[in-house]
């Protein structure tokens, strides 16, 4: 009976096992499997060279990458697949945490710049300066950021986030020089239309039959500057009385006229030409109602026809009846210069 001898590389019927091969069977296995003395582990153990263990996709199912520790998605046909991930265009993306909070913020320039204080560059040299407070403290570092709800004081006045628009209007006849008209008259507003989204108020009165220059705005503190006789904001009027005006009356209402408890004297009274007595000029800074028609009314004239054109600085220049432009940042820093 014939017995398996060590180094023919025959199998062991017991363990399945070869025996230990001698020389020549260890150099033909290095031939076969690229390594001495062992079997191909893809043909033995159906698992990638790995010295020693069994193979992790026969035993545990695992991935059989090297040092892998996740299962593998082929072996587990109960488990759904991992969704491809979207591209960054298609995908619906949490937003980052504090990103609502952040857009919620304004830089404090830009906030003074809105409040109609000035411009952004000029609102950073007030910040600077120390010009501004936040909550009551000074703030001097420029790129500062606010939230809703802080309170921004520049100097005595609390500022508001709401944008400054300024308007100047040539206004025509037939217009009342009110936001609201319980009449429904038509009204300067309905000449703006739905231009701003702001609430614009026009600064002082022009009567109904008065034509010319209009100022609309929404900055509160410049309209009480520009209504208030003690700044002394120039405006021109042309009037067309209804007869000539001799010198001596115009010499007498340059001297004053008592209108109620106020005696208005007016800057500066002349005809507008020689040749006709019944076109005058008018320079004033009264305030009051009506003022111009009272002047020539106590002395027996009736105004025709009265057109503002000037107010403030500002002319009539390139701007036609109905008409209205924005004002220029000079324009608006120009007004807040007055008195």
């Known amino acids: 009976m ?37 079997r191909s582990r893809q043909e033995g153990s159906g698992r990638p060279e790995r010295p020693g263990g069994r193979s992790r996709q026969e035993s545990s199912g695992k991935s059989g990458r090297p040092g892998g520790t996740g299962r593998g998605r082929d072996e587990r046909p109960d488990r759904k697949p991992y969704p491809a991930r979207r591209s960054q265009s298609g995908s619906k993306q949490r937003p980052a945490a504090g990103k609502g909070r952040e857009e919620s913020l304004v830089r404090l320039n830009k906030f003074i710049a809105n409040a109609g204080v000035c411009s952004r560059r000029e609102a950073d040299v007030l910040i600077t300066t120390g010009a501004i407070k936040v909550n009551g403290e000074v703030v001097t570092t420029l790129g500062t950021k606010i939230k809703p709800g802080d309170v921004v004081h520049y100097g005595d006045q609390k500022l508001s986030n709401e944008k400054k628009v300024y308007v100047l209007l040539n206004k025509p006849k037939d217009y009342i020089s009110t936001a609201d008209d319980p009449q429904e008259r038509k009204t300067v507003l309905h000449l703006i239309g739905n231009a701003f989204r702001e609430r614009l108020y026009p600064v002082g009165r022009l009567d109904r ?34 007869k000539s005006i001799p010198r001596n009356d115009l010499e007498q209402i340059a001297s004053g006229v008592q209108l109620g408890d106020e005696k208005v004297v007016p800057d500066n009274i002349s005809y507008t030409t020689p040749q006709n007595k019944q076109e005058i000029g008018i320079e004033l800074h009264s305030g009051q109602n009506r003022v111009v028609r009272r002047i020539f009314e106590q002395f027996g004239y009736k105004v025709t026809k009265l057109d503002r054109v000037v107010f403030a600085g500002l002319t009539k220049k390139d701007l036609p009846r109905g008409k209205w432009r924005q004002l220029t940042e000079k324009e608006v820093a120009f007004l807040k210069m007055q008195g």
């Not at 021109?236 to 009385?241: E, F, G, T």
Request: hydrophobic residues 15%.
């Open 2 to 38: 014939k017995t398996n001898k060590p180094g023919k590389g025959r199998e062991n019927k017991r363990s399945g096992r070869p025996d230990r091969p001698g020389r020549s069977d260890a150099k033909g296995r290095l031939e076969r499997t690229g390594r001495p003395g062992g």
């Open 209 to 242: 039959n008065t034509t010319g220059l209009l100022l609309l705005t929404n900055d509160g503190e410049l309209t009480k500057k520009l209504t208030h006789p003690k700044h002394g904001v120039r405006k021109i009027y042309q009037v067309q009385l209804d």
